[in-house]
């Protein structure tokens, strides 16, 4: 068995596993690093599936670090983009609604959105229609200006290939089998020793955590999210449209997203999943995962914990392209919804579940000592915070 060590050794080539080599690098240019992938290439789940949006970061209560890092995150990436003449459309975002109750909520948005000092503007239907003249709300709306979208494996790939001229190894198809000892691990066909080692193997974080005593109290639900594309000609919309979020869930709603390329998608669906990789049809399936995660999400079913019977019977509904169609309808005045026909890649949230409250993790969450770090809840929106957020594990961990 080949042996490498290295200073630092990342698990997971998505987003956060790129970012935090990056911020190492900026940090100790002199480190030696690799990340260790089980897939040929960067990108292969969530980061890569990720819906392409840079969100400006109202929707999340201060005390949270998603607060801390997602207006920071979404400034950041929109200067990378045009530093290095990556595709980016500035196209902005409104949140709309549909009654009193939602008004209030959307107000909740605008009072978070000031605590955080994001640039957002409360609007009335005339000026709505100024920036969105097929949206429609009720009494107001929410315009953010900083919202963008941007094509996540392009970002990725020019990550990758920066950091390989930085010195940065790449093991691809290496996946993590076990840890022989608290400075060794095997992956792949390989032994690595380090002096540190953070794990970002998002859907897999929980397990691999568990091997070295983290993650005590959780355990990674899957959702599952599928968008439709709008295949008509010409542009119905011109800028993302999103209804009020049910704030207490960490998902919201399905929208409308125009993509880098001006391509029009709907979604997507917060479908509980059967296993990590529950991607399409029995692709990935593994028993034993299955029965775990079946086991947690039947509990919660029977419970009702933070309502998700509720979600999953109305996510479920949602496999009905006509029902997906029609709650997308309701935000818009007029749309040909004969056009919406291609379902996209589909993509799996690994959600954090802790098994003691029962109850979904909203915010970043992470574990650690003197030589590994476990980044056990890298959720939404983690592409748009990764580089704010990663730079603070360096600072605080590392």
Known sequence: ????????????????????????????????????????????????????????GFYYTADSLKAKFTKEGCLYWRNYCKQNNLKINECGKVVVCKD?????????LKKRGDTNEVPL????????????????????????????????KEILTHLKNKL??????FFFKTPYKYKLDNNTIV??????????????????????AKDFGFSENYIIIPFKGIYIEYS?????????????????????????????????????????????????????????????IITWESILFLTNSFGFRSL???????????????????????IDKTKFSKWGEPGIRAQLLNTKTRKLEMDFIVEGDKTTVHILNAVSPAFTASYPFTKWIVENYL
């Open 100 to 108: 009193e109750e939602e008004l209030e909520t959307l107000f909740e």
């Open 232 to 292: 008509g000609n010409g542009k119905p919309i011109k800028t993302n449209i999103y209804p009020v979020p049910n704030i207490k869930n960490p998902f919201l709603g399905v929208h409308y997203t125009i993509k880098v390329d001006g391509t029009i998608k709907i979604g997507p669906t917060a479908i509980p999943a059967f296993w990590r990789e529950n991607y399409k049809g029995l692709e990935k399936f593994k028993l034993d995962e299955f029965l775990q």
């Open 164 to 169: 390989k001229e930085e010195g940065v190894n």
């Open 187 to 208: 992956a792949g066909n390989y032994k690595f020793y380090y002096k540190k080692l953070i794990n970002c193997a998002g859907l897999y974080s929980d397990e691999i």
């Open 312 to 334: 999953a019977l109305e996510e479920m509904r949602k496999y009905n392209k006509n029902y997906l169609i029609e709650q997308a309808l309701q935000l818009v005045k007029n």
């Open 121 to 152: 503007e409360v609007i009335d239907e005339n000026e709505l229609k100024e920036y969105e003249p097929n949206a429609k709300t009720y009494q107001k709306a929410l315009w953010s200006p900083l919202t963008a979208t941007i094509d996540p």
């Open 1 to 56: 068995m080949q042996e490498y060590n290295f200073d630092y050794v990342i698990i997971g080539a998505g987003i956060i596993g790129l970012t935090l080599a990056k911020n190492v690098k900026e940090k100790y240019p002199k480190s030696s690093i690799a990340i260790i992938e089980k897939e040929p290439n960067v990108g292969f789940h969530s980061s890569g599936r990720n819906s392409g949006v840079l969100h400006a």
